[in-house]
């Protein structure tokens, strides 16, 4: 499908630098288990305002087809917090989508 970065979600299936240096309210981040592909230890690292966030899943079971749709999700914030750097830096399975304010 390809990133999708000029809309509302953004939604992002591959790494990329969705912003710098141009600071955006940010309402809602979700990583999510579009296709069921997601496996136990997956990781995705978000680097944000140059803090690198790693996150892995651990699943109940070892099968992505436990029934988690969004695997991790970083707010909603009202309002949206201020971005000013977003880099998605490992992302292998799954999209991510990012709602902006």
Do not use: C, E
Not at 45 to 54: D, W
Not at 77 to 87: A, E, K, L
Request: proline share 6%.
């Amino acid at each position: 499908m390809g990133n999708v970065l000029d809309s509302n979600p953004y939604l992002v299936d591959t790494a990329a630098t969705l912003w710098t240096k141009t600071p955006k309210a940010v309402r809602l981040i979700q990583w999510v288990d579009d296709n069921a592909d997601i496996p136990d230890d997956g990781t995705i690292t978000l680097t944000i305002n140059g803090v690198a966030l790693v996150m892995k899943v651990q699943r109940v079971t070892a099968a992505p087809s436990d029934g988690i749709g969004v695997v991790w999700q970083m707010g909603p914030f009202n309002p949206g917090i201020i971005i000013s750097d977003f880099i998605v830096t490992t992302m292998a399975t799954g999209n991510l989508h990012v709602w902006l304010d």
